[in-house]
């Protein structure tokens, strides 16, 4: 083995571990991959690049707008809609034509797309037969990847594939050379599903469909009603005459504020600015236990006087101000994403940017280059702190700018307060109301500094850092009347143009990690997020700070106008064919009639298919099938970049000889049984490589040794070549091996194992049909 294939090999497997633990993203793993073969002189620069010029990256994106064009006008949608007409009630024929249908569509639309048209549908098929979703999505989504088999645009893995023909000087496979064999397994699988595969499909209750109680839907299986209050504001309570941002209902109580009932009309999804009024009632929706805690019981006791900021301080427990650097991990950041308190030890007291001085509500404020921050802890914790990277020392600190005593106070928790007993980290008054707790004294004992899981009891007295309008809050809080188990059932918040909706991120989303409040969800969108539904739970509290994942259902309340607006966000599918997209039906026919043109000049081979496919995707956007941002969205760039940042992999396994190495390790192990086993094995090593890498690389990697192993046995590539094409598009076993089939694993409530069950013996099918018919149409 030479040096170079020892580099090759290391990259490779280096690359592999990456995209296994997922530490970072597929397509900057690609990029690494780029850079590190440049570096180890694997590939020239100029080949290292190459990729973003090579014909079946322009065609895949290409094929992206055209499939988009095909989608926004209807085409696509029109042929999914007729499958409810010839579906019947029957499931045996319901599978049958829904597998059918979603592969047809799926050989000439991106199968991501596909996926999120079929969904809706298919939940929808599901509540009007009365089927549960588990029964019908699995086999939705085996019929889209099983499609992308059957042409050669069905998916990008396969033009990655024919191109490798290409590069080697050899006729490339035409558009519908995959054809013969894909219906082969396309019928073979269809039959499976009739005759054994459906009868292990699950049948869950999921909250996308009703299949329990007659009468009762989708929302019935989150569960709301029990978590529906009505509250009223008294009429002493400090909370009127603020708006609901300033009253604290979501941050504090973690309540969402659903209407706000008063004589003069009913407010449905308040705006944070509406300000509450004496006897208003707010149907809220929330753990309920937070105000039992706070209601007819005092929490806390304002002390009349008042501490000096010198109380802060003392042999032990000093202060430092620092300024931020452009380089410091502070800069962007807020004191709940770095975690100050617990990872570095020391209580931010005051921020000073600019003439601004900011003292309390610190938790939220993202910190910008030049901020003074001024920070109080040990000495120990001080020093290791002024030794961070990021970070100015101010050598003349003058408290006194920053007027600490103006927002010091004292307070003392009395009998029967429920927060005796609690620890500070529990009790939440800094990122509930904006009030830090500096020090605590305990009869002689006074605690600087304590720590998080420090216990109050009775009589404590706290020094706190807060404003007097947050104990205004925090003691309208207290004030609070609820009324639990109100008669209102969520469809009696349902009007002409108000909704409840799930909502699903897309495979195309860029929200997965974060926040709804990092993304401003509800200012940002106009809707509230009632519930969310992962895996086979409803989660209905803390909903704020939970960090959205694929797959996600989102249970939404909102006006039919901002959802018909989400329904355009990429980030987002709606689970409800009410509120889909308006299509460009008149756009229809003419968006047909392109994409039979491009298909028709690449057949009869008047041009090549990237530049038919780029042609297409011109008049598309020309004839205004799609507008210029709509195509632009509808790339999918993630898999752009993954596949021409790893095709110069390909080009030096193929330059240093580590393909043809690997070739002659399987025709070592199988090859005296005949081509058809190192076929059968070349498939095999295929088909596992398929569960722990993207399909796309698996093709890259793959393919070189399929090129090689025929070479060096004298036979047609085409077979071996054409196998991995199928191997690798037969992403059936697992959720996480194609983004499609995590897109249906929280509306059918499926399990791993779910995917496991049917996934194998699908797979088994498209190796065993793919063994024997290759050879027929490619002879070896």
């Known amino acids: 083995m030479t040096p170079e294939i020892t580099l090759t090999f290391a990259i490779l497997l280096f690359a592999i571990i990456l995209f296994v633990t997922e530490i970072l993203r597929a397509d900057l793993v690609a990029l690494l991959v780029l850079v590190l073969l440049v570096l180890a002189g694997l590939v020239s620069p100029e080949e290292s690049i190459s990729g973003f010029s090579n014909p079946a990256v322009v065609t895949i994106w290409a094929v992206f707008i055209l499939s988009a064009g095909l989608a926004r006008t209807g085409v696509a949608v029109r042929l999914a809609d007729q499958v409810l007409r010839l579906g019947g009630k029957g499931e045996s024929r319901l599978l049958a034509v829904l597998m059918s249908s979603t592969a047809v569509v ?152 659903l209407s706000v009932m008063r004589d003069a009309g009913t407010h449905h999804i308040p705006k944070p600015d509406l300000k509450l009024e004496t006897g208003d009632r707010l149907l809220v929706l929330g753990r309920l236990d937070v105000i039992d805690q706070l209601s007819g019981k005092p929490v806390v006791m304002i002390e009349d006087d008042a501490p000096k900021a010198s109380c802060l301080f003392s042999e032990r427990v000093g202060m430092i101000e620092l300024e931020v650097d452009e380089d410091s991990v502070f800069n962007g950041k807020t004191l709940v994403e770095l975690d100050a308190r617990h990872k570095l030890g020391v209580n931010l007291l005051a921020l000073r940017r600019g003439d601004l001085v900011r003292r309390t509500n610190l938790q939220d404020v993202k910190f910008e280059s030049g901020d003074h921050l001024l920070f109080r802890g040990s000495f120990e914790h001080l020093q290791s702190l002024q030794g961070h990277d990021g970070f100015c020392q101010i050598n003349d600190c003058d408290p006194e700018e920053y007027s600490l005593d103006e927002r010091l106070l004292y307070l003392r928790i009395p009998e029967k307060s429920p927060l005796d007993g609690s620890t500070l980290e529990d009790m939440r008054l800094a990122p509930a109301y904006g009030i830090s707790i500096m020090n605590i004294i305990r009869g002689d004992q006074e605690f600087l500094i304590p720590e998080p899981d420090m216990r109050l009891q009775e009589n404590d007295l706290l020094v706190v850092e807060g404003r007097p309008v947050d104990i205004d809050i925090l003691r309208g809080h207290q004030t ?20 409840v909706v799930e909502v699903m991120l897309s495979p195309h989303t860029t929200l997965t990690g974060k926040t709804l409040r990092q993304l401003n969800f509800r200012e940002k969108f106009g809707v509230s997020v009632l519930a969310i539904w992962r895996g086979d739970s409803a989660y209905r509290t803390g909903l704020n700070d939970m960090s959205l994942q694929f797959g996600d259902a989102l249970l939404c309340y909102g006006t039919r106008e901002k959802f018909e607006l989400l329904a355009r966000d990429s980030d987002f599918v709606i689970l409800t064919l009410d509120y889909r997209e308006k299509l460009l039906v008149k756009k229809a026919p003419l968006a047909g009639l392109i994409m039979a043109g491009v298909l028709a000049v690449v057949v009869l081979n008047w041009l090549p298919i990237y530049v038919a496919a780029i042609a297409g995707a011109l008049l598309m956007i020309i004839t205004r099938c799609l507008s210029v941002e709509e195509a632009y969205r509808a790339i999918e760039w993630k898999a752009v970049f993954l596949i021409a940042a790893m095709l110069p992999l390909g080009m030096a396994m193929q330059q240093t000889g580590a393909a043809v190495l690997v070739a002659g390790a399987v025709m070592d192990l199988v090859g005296s049984y005949g081509p058809t086993a190192i076929l059968a094995g070349i498939m095999t090593l295929t088909l596992i490589l398929n569960q722990f890498i993207p399909s796309p690389v698996n093709a890259v990697v793959m393919t070189p040794i399929a090129i090689a192993s025929a070479t060096g046995l004298g036979l047609s590539p085409y077979p071996f070549v054409m196998g991995i094409a199928y191997a690798v598009a037969s992403s059936f076993m697992t959720p996480v091996s194609h983004p499609i089939n995590i897109m249906v694993m929280s509306p059918g409530g499926y399990r791993f194992s779910d995917y496991f069950k049917n996934g194998l013996p699908l797979t088994l099918i498209v190796l065993i049909v793919s063994v024997l018919l290759l050879p027929v149409v490619f002879p070896y």
């Open 106 to 257: 799926s050989a000439f639309v991106i199968n991501v797309g596909v996926a999120a048209m079929f969904l809706p549908v298919t939940l929808d098929i599901a509540r009007r037969t009365g089927r549960s979703a588990s029964r019908l999505l699995l086999p939705m989504i085996y019929g889209t990847t099983v499609g992308g088999m059957i042409v050669l645009i069905g998916t990008s893995s396969n033009l990655v594939v024919v191109d490798f023909l290409r590069e080697a000087g050899m006729r490339p496979p035409g558009l519908f050379d995959f054809t013969p064999v894909g219906i082969v397994i396309l019928v073979v699988s269809i039959i499976y599903m009739l005759l054994i595969g459906r009868r292990i499909l699950p049948e869950r209750t999921t909250p996308s469909v009703d299949n329990i109680q007659p009468g009762r839907d989708f929302r019935f299986h989150y569960d709301i009603e029990e978590r529906l209050a009505l509250i009223t504001i008294p009429g002493d309570s400090p909370l009127a005459g603020k708006t609901l941002a300033e009253s604290r209902f979501g941050r504090a109580l973690g309540l969402n504020i």
């Open 480 to 499: 609070l009347k609820i009324e639990r188990n109100p008669e209102v059932d969520l469809k009696d918040l349902e009007t002409d143009s108000l909704s």
